[in-house]
């Protein structure tokens, strides 16, 4: 099969290489549609990953089974499907404690077991979830991303009528604006410097659209809600939004941080302290692919409005990567296995 393999910094190859053995409780997918994801660029731009043990990129995809390994009761021959690529171990204390995705023997689909960038992949019944049938195999490659952004949602104090702010608005922002919507948000601030992606999130239903290099962020958010937005998710990761995600929260509310940091911040914690915020994290998503897969199909989450090309496999560098690399009116790049 053919897949796409990287090596080091800048340095992806599509390459025939062998289809994964199919064993016990195993299920053979084609592969139809896999989303190129901020951390796979992250990868492309800076090198592999630490935890990587397979060259085999893609964690977002969807496909159509096409062979069931002894045991596998249930999925079938034929079935569509979208592929949860966390491998939990089930033993460790977090699995223990139903913390499935910070597992500390965490293995996954595109980064130690060969993943989607590939015309097939072979994962473990439990991580294939069927598709409705009014379901498109495009959308079932959202799942994934989308649970990130449910997830967040769903561990955040966000209540109906709230007010959010979301600080950064690629992927990821798109859909947690869709999904803090969708959860009664009544008051929606998203803070982007790049126009498209400003311009984007106006039309998902953000409330006001901010540029932070031309507004003050806190005096705005501020003036709006009446100290500060209930609240505020990260899904850029640098230091301005840190300073502005924890000044424009209200007292008591909660700074959620999706993002993960490249670099250190500095600040001071009195901003914390005085207020009484919350600052908490959220990491991919646990027991969730269900849920999401009925958003996406009734429309509650709009995924095809965050899809912005769909690209062969062979030109996965050149009109994949190198692309979002600079062009921002890119948002999800989803490359397409049989083209
Ligand atoms: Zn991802
Ligand atoms: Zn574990």
Request: some cysteine; proline content about 3%.
């Amino acid at each position: 099969m053919k897949a796409a393999k990287i090596y080091g910094k800048r340095d992806i190859r599509v390459e025939e290489v062998a289809i994964p053995e199919l064993s016990k409780g195993m299920v053979v997918v084609k592969v139809e549609f896999a989303g190129i994801c901020g951390s796979d660029l992250h990868e492309y731009s800076e090198g592999p990953f630490s935890i990587r043990t397979h060259s085999v990129m893609g964690h977002e995809f969807s496909g159509i089974v096409t062979e069931i390994g002894e045991g596998v009761t249930t999925v079938k021959a034929g079935d569509r499907v979208a592929v949860e690529p966390i491998i939990a171990c089930g033993q460790c204390i977090n699995c223990k404690k139903g913390y499935v995705n910070l597992c500390k023997a965490r293995q996954g689909y595109g980064y130690t077991e060969s993943g989607g960038f590939a015309q097939y992949a072979v994962v473990k019944q439990e991580n294939v979830f069927k598709l409705p049938d009014e379901m498109s195999l495009e959308l079932g490659a959202l799942v994934e991303p989308t649970a990130v952004a449910v997830h967040a949602v769903r561990e955040s104090q966000l209540k109906l009528g709230d007010t959010a702010a979301i600080y950064g608005a690629g992927p990821i922002g798109l859909l947690l604006l869709q999904s803090v919507k969708a959860a009664g948000a009544s008051m929606i601030f998203v803070v982007e410097v790049s126009e498209e992606r400003r311009q984007k999130a106006l039309e998902l239903g953000a409330t006001f659209v901010l540029n932070p290099l031309e507004c003050n962020i806190k005096t705005f958010i501020h003036s709006k809600t009446n100290g500060g937005v209930n609240v505020a998710f990260d899904v850029a990761g640098v230091q301005e939004t840190f300073l502005n995600g924890v000044t424009t929260v209200q007292s008591g509310g909660e700074y959620k941080i999706v993002s993960l940091w490249e670099n250190p911040v500095t600040f001071q914690p009195n901003a914390i302290v005085t207020a009484e915020i919350s600052v908490s994290g959220s990491y991919a998503y646990r027991n969730l692919f269900p849920e999401v897969i009925r958003l996406l199909a009734c429309g509650i989450i709009d995924g095809n409005a965050i899809i912005t090309s769909v690209i062969p496999l062979d030109r996965i560098v050149e009109e994949g990567f190198e692309v979002l690399m600079k062009d921002h009116n890119q948002c999800k790049i989803l490359v397409e296995m049989d083209i």
